[in-house]
């Protein structure tokens, strides 16, 4: 592989997380792992997956969440890891205490992202993160604006990023979260907190990933996601809110 995926080292720590619809905040206590220092480009994609490069050093766009879920393991498999995925027709399990490279849990994306910060961005938007306010029309090439103090480039702005974690499975099934927002939201969507998710078919020019690796002495739960959870999370007790109705 010629481009080859470069991983910056986050420390332990600990992240608060929230969930609007639930009126739900909490914790979570992570352990060390590693991440992206850019989302995946198209050349990468182009190399392990067969797509084509048109512009090489831009994120790798239009791919479904199970599009970057291939590509983890075809890089892991590349590199003599473990892959951290097994499937069952569209059903995807995470082997947790695999070494091979993953998408990053919700925690880890938003830890990862704020480095140290507790306000909405990480530093000023026009030197951190392609937005609406630069009028740029398409996703841009990785790493031209200002990384935050991870040494991670483009977790704001340019496209956003898919995550592990279910969306909200009571309301939405099995959509998965993406972060970080795009090259054509305002500031409001660029946020180290909002919250956006998709079918896992769905591709958009504005939705990309980067990956992650580490591995966990855990079974089904992991940096803060567990499956339990998820169950917990998709149960619906009592009558359902005024127009809204699961995809279940």
């Known amino acids: 592989m010629t481009a080859d995926i470069e991983l910056a080292r986050i420390e332990a720590g600990a ?8 009126r739900a905040s909490w914790s979570v206590d992570l352990e060390p ?8 480009t198209q050349e990468q994609l182009a ?5 084509t490069a048109t512009h ?11 599009c970057a879920i291939r590509f983890c393991n075809a890089a892991s498999e590349w590199e003599g890891l473990d892959p951290a995925y097994a499937f069952d027709g569209e059903q995807v ?4 205490d695999a070494d091979g490279f993953r998408l990053p849990t919700e925690a880890e994306w938003e830890f990862a992202c704020r480095a140290g910060s507790t306000t909405p961005q990480y530093g000023p938007l026009d030197e951190v993160a392609w937005t609406s306010a630069d009028g740029v029309t398409a996703p841009q090439e990785v790493g031209g604006k200002l990384p935050n103090l991870n040494g991670l480039f483009d977790t704001l702005g340019n496209v956003w990023e898919w995550c592990w974690d279910l969306l909200d499975p009571a309301r939405y099934d099995d959509y998965r979260v993406f972060r970080g927002g795009g090259y054509a939201d305002d500031a409001w969507s660029v946020r180290a907190s909002v919250r956006r998710g998709g ?6 020019e504005d939705v990309g990933f980067r990956v992650a690796r580490g591995g966990f002495e855990t079974t089904d739960a992991a940096q803060g996601w567990s499956a339990q959870a998820d169950l917990e999370r998709a149960a619906i007790d009592g009558p359902l809110p005024p127009g809204w109705t699961p995809r279940r």
């Open 47 to 51: 190399e392990l997956l067969g797509e």
């Open 93 to 96: 399990t995470w082997h947790v």
């Open 15 to 22: 992240v608060a997380l929230h969930d609007a619809r639930r």
């Open 56 to 66: 090489p050093r831009r994120p790798a766009t239009d791919v479904s969440w199970l």
């Open 199 to 204: 079918a896992p078919r769905m591709h958009h």
């Open 33 to 40: 792992f590693e991440i992206g220092v850019y989302p995946v």
